[in-house]
T-cell receptor, first 111, second 118 residues
Framework: GIQVEQSPPDLILQEGANSTLRCNFS?????LQWFHQNPWGQLINLFY???GTKQNGRLSATTVATERYSLLYISSSQTTDSGVYFC?????????????FGRGTSLIVHP | KAGVTQTPRYLIKTRGQQVTLSCSPI?????VSWYQQTPGQGLQFLFE???????NKGNFPGRFSGRQFSNSRSEMNVSTLELGDSALYLC?????????????????FGPGTRLTVT
């Protein structure tokens, strides 16, 4: 199956700092999402981004599928950004789809 | 539009018992997937139901089963509970959307059911 590696595993920032989270995957994919899991366990959909670049406020993401990686940028971080960030990847074909999640990047933002 | 709902939110069971978890997807979504999240194994795919049929299945023993009803609501059942089944069980609702190059499959997660087996 597809191997997914996320880096760094842990990140500690001061409020206002910028950061880049990376997701590498071992095989071709045509489906990729980034999620934020808050301290209560809720997974929140950040981006659906199998390719290209998207921006949503202070967050943006870029996926280069041909080079098998995706990046999540967080600018001007806030304490509410704390939590674990996951990427999930897979290959969707004719309704067959089993996504693989990375182990996540745990982010702590200090005031 | 209401989000994905899961019930119950918390559950404590004893080894050997069975448990049923419920998930109601976003209105109009016909695909429901189930995941198990543990500190040791991370997020692992259990199975996916689409139009009342199990379409994809992860690598879990037969003690884990599920079903989907005609209104797309789904239930997951775990029989003969083991201590290692203690986990956060997450349900995701998805909509397949045709794109110019195929399909997209965007998942929206519920709040989860935290199961503790003692």
């Amino acid at each position: 199956g597809i191997q997914v590696e996320q880096s760094p595993p842990d990140l500690i920032l001061q409020e206002g700092a910028n950061s880049t989270l990376r997701c590498n995957f071992s095989d071709s994919v045509n489906n990729l999402q980034w999620f934020h899991q808050n301290p209560w366990g809720q997974l929140i959909n950040l981006f659906y981004i199998p390719s290209g670049t998207k921006q949503n406020g202070r967050l943006s993401a870029t996926t280069v599928a041909t080079e098998r990686y995706s990046l999540l940028y967080i600018s001007s971080s806030q304490t509410t950004d704390s939590g674990v960030y996951f990427c999930a990847v897979g290959y969707l074909s004719g309704g067959s789809y089993i996504p693989t999640f990375g182990r996540g990047t745990s982010l702590i933002v200090h005031p | 539009k209401a989000g994905v709902t899961q019930t119950p939110r918390y559950l404590i069971k004893t080894r050997g018992q069975q448990v049923t978890l419920s998930c109601s997807p976003i209105s109009g979504h016909r695909s429901v997937s189930w995941y198990q999240q543990t500190p040791g194994q991370g997020l692992q795919f259990l199975f996916e139901y689409f139009s009342e049929t199990q379409r994809n299945k992860g690598n879990f023993p037969g003690r884990f089963s599920g079903r989907q009803f005609s209104n797309s609501r789904s239930e997951m059942n775990v029989s003969t509970l083991e201590l290692g089944d203690s986990a956060l069980y997450l349900c995701a609702s998805s909509l397949f959307t045709p794109t110019g190059t195929g399909e997209s499959y965007e998942q929206y997660f519920g709040p989860g059911t935290r199961l503790t087996v003692t």
